[in-house]
């Protein structure tokens, strides 16, 4: 079992940044996948950004592409996800997930989730 926690989500203006963490607890392993999904309301999960466990590879959805970053520390067992320029339609529920593949856009390779934490962007 793996437990997952999110925090760093809250209230931003357009333009700002904001940073996520997830700390992965529990039996993870060796050579364990990350990402970052998102839900908006009335709207599916969708993938933001995967990470391999050595840092590679890593991968990202179009619209994030340039603004977003994932990044993480094995030592802590901890998954970022470093947000800039953010807009309005960033706005979701942000979960981290953990995959036994290294790395992965699909959603259905993930093993277990967060939470959630909340992003809002406000215009």
């Known amino acids: 079992q793996v437990h997952l926690g999110e925090s760093g989500g809250g209230l931003v203006q357009a333009g700002g940044s904001l940073t996520l963490s997830c700390a992965a607890s529990?039996?993870?392993?060796?050579?364990?996948?990350m990402g970052w999904f998102r839900q908006a309301p009335g709207k599916e999960r969708e993938f933001v950004a995967t990470i391999g466990y050595n840092g590679h590879p890593t991968s990202y959805t179009d619209s994030v592409k340039g603004r977003f970053t994932i990044s993480r520390d094995n030592a802590a067992n901890t998954v970022y996800l470093q947000m800039n320029s953010l807009k309005p339609e960033d706005t979701a529920v942000y979960y981290c997930?953990?995959?036994?593949?290294?790395?992965?856009?699909?959603?259905?390779?993930?093993?277990?989730w967060g939470q959630g934490t909340q992003v809002t962007v406000s215009s």
């Open positions: 997930g953990y995959t036994y593949y290294s790395g992965s856009s699909l959603i259905d390779k993930y093993r277990y």
């Open positions: 529990g039996r993870t392993g060796r050579a364990y996948g």
